[in-house]
């Protein structure tokens, strides 16, 4: 009976190492692996693009790799030292959050009602004073292997406030590139994610271990979905040299009567395009191809705000210019799904041209061959 005693605690402790060694080796082999993939992913492309947010979230996967590799080590040992190890997953699990945190500003697409907050110079404060606050009392916890209730599980409250920001962006990021299924998978991921959290208050450490394994695998998918998708955009939103433009204008009358003024644009990666424009927008861009493939003077010039009132100017003012371009990305990338600096600049510098005398003369840079104007009738 007394053997009996004894042996019902040890068969536990070896099942409990059991489970904690198996998910110790698939955690740190599998997050390694997905660390040095991401980087390699960076190394060849972002490091080019300047862009370190890949990095960020490499690291993060690299906590979860030593996070394992700690599991391993702890589930060889006969008697576990619980606070250590709980302590050292807290502490990983903090920088896994904070990495995510500082790789946010990064994003191309950020959601309107966060963006401001991301981008300031106060998001660094933001981020890390929450993290000094809950990593100084989790040392504390493993030192003195005592800790108050309300802070003994800060690095939850901390993935929290992760959560919430990356939700957003998540979402944002696959949603302004048209892929809406991923939207929609990076929000279920990360409200298992929550759930996995709000689990972890509780001391079922067996499906605690399970809930973290599917939120683990998800959301390396989701970064390696997320690293894809910037290659693809990267790949088809490349806006081409002038020369490489085509153009070809078109009015085609509908059956209720009214007219579509179309503009194809060949020369973008995937296909041509065709917009259809405003009448306003469309004469104007029509004006310009005149102008650039009959007449010899193919300036257009913009009123200056002290204008000659016995003059007549081809532009009212820069915003008419800056509206047609508008126009033309919502109609080729989708209303909203393109930056100023990666789309509207680099479309603006490719199509026009401005006179070097400031004079506030501006042209299309398309050379005249490849445009197509529509027949006279």
């Not at 502490?91 to 990495?99: E, G, K, R, V, Y």
């Not at 990356?166 to 990021?173: A, D, K, P, R, Y």
């Not at 009567?257 to 041509?272: A, S």
């Not at 193919?298 to 047609?324: C, G, H, M, T, V």
């Amino acid at each position: 009976m007394i053997l009996a005693i004894f042996e019902i605690p040890s068969k536990k402790l070896n099942i409990s190492n059991d489970i904690l060694f198996f998910y110790g080796w698939w955690q740190f082999s599998v997050c390694l692996f997905a660390f040095v993939a991401l980087m390699a992913i960076w190394y060849h492309i972002g490091r080019r693009q300047g862009d370190f947010g890949q990095v960020w979230l490499a690291l993060s996967v690299l906590c979860w790799s030593i996070s394992g590799a700690l599991e391993v080590y702890y589930a060889q040992r006969v008697l576990v030292d619980s606070f250590m190890l709980d302590g050292w997953r807290s502490i990983l699990s903090l920088f896994n959050s904070l990495f995510i945190l500082l790789a946010l500003p990064w994003f191309r697409y950020l959601p309107k009602p966060v963006e401001h907050i991301i981008k300031s110079k106060y998001w660094i404060y933001i981020i890390g004073l929450p993290f000094l606050f809950s990593l100084l009392p989790t040392f504390s916890k493993m030192l003195s292997g005592k800790t108050l209730s309300l802070i003994s599980e800060l690095d939850v409250y901390y993935a929290f406030l992760t959560l919430g920001f990356l939700g957003f962006v998540l979402w944002e990021s696959f949603a302004k590139r048209r892929l809406k299924l991923l939207a929609w998978l990076s929000t279920v991921t990360v409200i298992i994610t929550l759930i996995a959290q709000l689990y972890k208050l509780t001391d079922a450490s067996i499906n605690l271990t399970l809930f973290s394994a599917i939120f683990k695998t998800a959301l390396i998918m989701l970064f390696f979905a997320l690293a894809l998708s910037w290659v693809k955009e990267l790949a088809e939103n490349v806006i081409p040299d002038a020369k490489d433009f085509h153009l070809k204008f078109m009015k085609i009358k509908s059956a209720n009567g009214k007219y579509q003024h179309l503009v194809t644009l060949i020369g973008l990666p995937g296909g041509e395009r065709k917009v259809n424009l405003t009448p306003a927008g469309y004469e104007l861009f029509l004006k310009f191809a005149v102008r650039k493939k009959e007449s010899g003077n193919n300036w257009l010039e913009i009123k200056p705000k002290n204008f000659d009132l016995a003059r007549s100017y081809d532009i009212n003012d820069y915003n008419e210019i800056k509206r047609l371009l508008i126009a033309l990305l919502d109609g080729v990338f989708g209303k909203e799904n393109w930056t100023r600096d990666h789309h509207l600049n680099p479309l603006k510098a490719s199509l026009f041209e401005m006179s070097e005398k400031r004079e506030r003369k501006i042209r299309l840079a398309v050379p005249p061959e490849n445009i197509s104007l529509p027949s006279r009738t």
